[in-house]
């Protein structure tokens, strides 16, 4: 059984940066679809960053070019390095994974996913 143990959370200014770190424990690491979602206030839960089987990384349009993810696999640990944050990417970040899903057409859908961590919170103030 896949647990998933995020943290990292906390408060930053706009314009800085932050890492979370989300432990994998129960299963091997790679191979399958890991990564990040988030849920802000009074909005749904969306997509942030997918590492699939292949190692490719599929980040959303509202945080490419300023979060960069990555897995330590001998940690078993997948990262979430945010720079350049801004305010409206305060929320829960949540990590995420399904074992049995190598590669996702559409790889930001909540309900490909069976296992999530309880989340960790980041809020960046103006």
């Known amino acids: 059984q896949v647990q998933l143990t995020e943290s990292g959370g906390g408060s930053v200014q706009s314009g800085g940066s932050h890492i979370l770190a989300c432990e994998v424990s129960?299963?091997?690491?790679?191979?399958?679809?890991l990564g990040w979602f988030r849920q802000a206030p009074g909005k749904e839960r969306e997509g942030v960053a997918i590492?699939?089987?292949?190692?490719?990384?599929t980040y959303a349009d509202s945080v490419q070019g300023r979060f960069i993810m990555s897995l330590d696999q001998a940690k078993k640990t997948l990262f979430l390095r945010m720079n350049r944050l801004k305010p409206e990417d305060t929320a829960i970040y949540y990590c995420?994974?399904?074992?049995?899903?190598?590669?996702?057409?559409?790889?930001?859908?909540?309900?490909?996913?069976?296992?999530w961590g309880k989340g960790t919170q980041v809020t960046v103030s103006s």
């Open positions: 129960g299963y091997t690491v790679g191979g399958y679809c």
């Open positions: 590492l699939d089987g292949n190692s490719m990384t």
């Open positions: 995420a994974a399904d074992p049995r899903k190598y590669w996702l057409a559409r790889p930001f859908t909540l309900s490909e996913y069976d296992y």
